[in-house]
Structure formats: C-alpha cells, structure tokens
C-alpha cells in the first residue's frame, strides 16, 4: 500500500522508510503547504497515547480504554512521554488550531467529523494516521465518498515482539477496538514525526 501510493514521488525513500505515504501520489503537497495549508485538518487515533509503564493523565481506566482528551489540544502543558502529544505540537506549531486536530476514538465518530470539515471548505489531511489495517479500511471511503486527500502516517507497534499488543492486524482485532484498546502499545515513529515536520516547513522536496 506504501510503495503503490509513493509510485509518483521520486524521492520517496525516506517516506517509505518511516511508513508514510501520499494518497493519491500524484497530490502536490508543496503546492498545498504554500497555497493551501490552511485548508488542511489532521487525524490522530487515541491509541498513540502512552500505555505500560506511562499513564496519561487526562485519561481513565474505565474499559481499559484511552479517550480523546489531551492537555496539549487545550494548550495546555504534559511532560508524559507520548507520541500523540508530539505530534500535535508539530501541528500546534504549524498554527493548526484544535478544531482542525480529531483524536479518533472510532470510525463512527472520525467519518462524521471529516464530512463536517469538508463541507466547511477543509479539502486534505496532512496528515492522517492510523495503524494498517484502519487506513487501508478508511482511507477508500474517506478518498471517494468524502472527498479529501493527503499525507498518511502508520502507526507503529510500541514493542514489536509483544504481539499481543501491537498494532492491529485483522479486521476483528480493529472492531475489538472499538470497544477496548486491550492495552495497545503503539506509537507514531519519532522520524514520521520530524518528516511531517519537516513537510509543513516545506523544508522536504516531494517532487
């Protein structure tokens, strides 16, 4: 899915090495992050938040279930080590404000939310994140039914060699997540961040 959605980009091998990709490849980022940044809304799942041995605080136990919340949307400061909160100060920096960030808590709350923001003239997610099995699942129907293209960022597992907890990797594990995260150690790869990062600065050469 990577390769097929880098096949336009030229210098795609750091992207393919940090597990993002431009959906469709021939979407011109530069040309977004120079004309059109302010039409674009980013999309994080809660499952990126820390688990194991930290704890965010803002988020409680019930269901074995992170939630939505975040300090760092509400401007507010974390010190918990947490690759959702990294993410949305490269966002923050980049003057996305909080209605243009969704932390997903399920599809059914994710799609709803994507239609409203393009229905109010948002046209990209730079980026989207989600494991693979979720993004292969929504990224169909968020290109063809909603009508928005961008950047995708996977998740990835926060121990590889737990496969109890990593990423999802069926159908059933990803429904089970709707209800119960079942402990889910995943991250948002540090490179994919400083990569994103260094997208919005337009410091990196997509062409």
């Not at 959906?23 to 820390?50: G, H, N, T, V």
């Not at 074995?64 to 080590?81: A, E, G, M, T």
Request: hydrophobic share 35%; net charge neutral; with cysteine.
């Amino acid at each position: 899915m990577i390769e097929s959605r880098l096949s336009s980009i030229q210098e795609n091998k750091e992207l393919r090495n940090h597990k993002l990709a431009i959906s469709s490849p021939d979407l011109d980022i530069q040309k977004i992050i120079l004309d059109e940044l302010d039409r674009c809304i980013a999309f994080i799942p809660y499952c990126a938040k820390p688990y194991g041995n930290f704890v965010c605080p803002v988020s409680s136990n019930e269901a074995s279930r992170k939630n939505r919340k975040c300090l760092k949307l509400d401007d507010k400061q974390c010190n918990v080590p947490c690759s959702l909160g990294e993410m949305i100060d490269v966002l923050r920096k980049y003057n996305f404000t909080k209605d243009r960030i969704f932390i997903i808590d399920s599809d059914s709350e994710l799609f709803p939310w994507l239609k409203k923001k393009k229905a109010e003239g948002y046209k990209y997610f730079l980026p989207g994140i989600g494991c693979h099995y979720g993004v292969g699942y929504a990224l169909k129907y968020i290109q063809e039914e909603i009508g928005m293209e961008g950047c995708i960022v996977f998740l990835q597992d926060y121990d590889p060699l737990d496969s109890k907890h990593g990423v999802c990797k069926s159908i059933f594990d990803y429904n089970r997540m709707e209800k119960t995260d079942k402990g889910k150690r995943t991250i948002i790869n540090e490179e994919s961040i400083r990569i994103i990062e260094k997208i919005l600065s337009g410091e990196l050469d997509l062409k």
